[in-house]
Structure formats: C-alpha cells, structure tokens
C-alpha cells in the first residue's frame, strides 16, 4: 500500500510540473556536503548555481533531498526531472542526459592513520575488504574491478563508522564529502574520528560534477539545453564566482566554530 502511495504522490508531482503553463525542473538528490544538502545555505554552492543558471532560463525550481538509490529510481522513472551532482558513468548516459560540468572532485580511498595499507595498482587491493556506497560511481577501472572484495554500505556515514570499527580495510568515497561529514557530524558523535581517517594516494578519480536529466522528463532534450545555456550565463557575468566565493566564506566560518581549520570548499 505504500508503494501504491508513493507511486500516486510522484505521478502527481509529474503531472503537476507542468500544470498552468509554468517552466518547472524538478531534481532530486542525496544530502552531499559540502557541496549541496538541506541543511546548507541556500542547500549549497552547487546547488545554489544550478538553481540560479535555470530561473535565468525562466523555471521554477524544485529540489529535493533523498538517499541516493531512492533519486535514482524517481529520475529514471520520470517523476523528478534530473539528478544533482551525479557523476558520468556509461550506464548511466543510458537513462541520462548529461549537463556541461559545474565542478569535480577527488574520489580515492580512505583508511584508517594506523593501518599499513599503501598501494599502486587496484590488483595490489585484493586482500582489503572496501566499501562501497550502494550505486554511487568509484572510477571506471574500480566499479569494473570485480576481483577486489567490495562491501556494499548504505550510506558514507555507515561506511566510515565500519572503517573506525574495523569492520572495513578501506572505505571508497569523495575526499571533501567524507572530511566534511567527519568533522561536522561523526565527531560530535565520536570525538577524535576525523583524526584517525584518511584519505590516501593515488586518487583513484577526478570526477566530475553534472546534472544528469532523466530521457523520461518531458522536454528533456529542451531541458538541457536550457540548463547549460543558463550555466553559461551565471559563469560570463559573474554569478557563478560569486556563489562559489559566498560559500566558500560561509564554509570558513563553519569550520572555524568546529575548530577544524581547513579550507576545502569541495571544488578541485
């Protein structure tokens, strides 16, 4: 009976997007800070940008913040238009359409400070039991490396509390995320955690960041081209440095209070 509800609300939503003649994109994705979440200013830099890039095209925007496996099921089955922030992976472009890039990031390997685990090739990481955040995208060689032992977690938060515990050699995720998510939340929780993970070299990634438009959202292929010329536009005027600049202040201040000096607004 949930499903069924779940199912009507979503239709309706679809439905309704484009009721009374209104531009409306709808994206859906998971809490990712410091780039963008619900609890950010203006739900984060990324987010705020890709916001502002498509009122310049004259939409109303909608967002909303899920876990990851459930954005994925509404994007590719049409109830929210596009996801935020995915990352390009071939299958993917088969249900997506692909925005030119707002940012891109490192994604590698975490471990713990005091584990002797150091490598240069994938091959060297087959005795290592890995997590792996459900859906999210590694690298093209890791997600294809199916000789290495990957677990599957829920959640970075999950996966980084089972590499505290031991329960995981090494932990798959996004360098500035997974820093973010330590020195924010986990500490508070565990004081101390942040201090005894990292994140090691080679980076096994530079992926990057796009709008990933559903080929089930009406106006797709309209859609995008939209967003990227209102891209185009925020980053000619200004717009986009300044929100970037904005942030990046707000990010200062908040690891300030934490008493984490570091600087990393989650843009390479």
Do not use: C
Not at 43 to 50: D, I, L, P, R, Y
Not at 127 to 149: H, M, P, Q
Request: charged share 25%.
């Amino acid at each position: 009976m949930r499903k069924i509800i779940t199912f009507l609300v979503l239709t309706l939503l679809s439905i309704n997007s484009f009721a009374a003649g209104e531009k409306r994109f709808s994206l859906v994705t998971v809490d990712f800070p410091p780039y963008y979440a619900s609890n950010l200013p203006d739900n984060g830099w990324v987010a705020e940008v890709v916001k502002t890039a498509l009122e310049t095209q004259g939409y109303q925007v909608e967002m909303k913040f899920v876990p990851w496996t459930k954005a994925i099921r509404y994007t590719k089955q049409g109830y929210y238009d596009a996801l935020l922030g995915a990352y390009y992976t071939e299958e993917r472009a088969e249900s997506y359409y692909f925005s030119a890039p707002i940012s891109q990031a490192r994604t590698g390997l975490f471990r713990k400070k005091d584990a002797n685990i150091s490598f240069k090739e994938l091959t060297d990481l087959k005795t290592y039991r890995i997590g792996v955040v459900k859906d999210y995208a590694t690298s093209k060689a890791f997600d294809a490396a199916d000789y290495l032992n990957k677990v599957v977690v829920t959640s970075s938060d999950v996966g980084v509390k089972m590499l505290y515990s031991g329960s995981l050699d090494l932990m798959t995720d996004t360098e500035a995320a997974v820093k973010y998510m330590m020195e924010q939340v986990l500490d508070k929780e565990t004081p101390g955690l942040s201090d005894q993970v990292e994140f090691i070299k080679p980076v096994l990634a530079m992926n990057k960041m796009y709008v990933a438009i559903s080929k089930k959202a009406v106006d797709a292929d309209l859609k995008l081209i939209d967003f990227n010329q209102g891209l185009r536009t925020i980053y000619l005027d200004g717009t986009f440095r300044k929100i970037k600049t904005k942030h990046k202040k707000l990010l200062k201040a908040l690891q300030k209070k934490s008493g984490k000096g570091g600087d990393d607004s989650g843009d390479e």
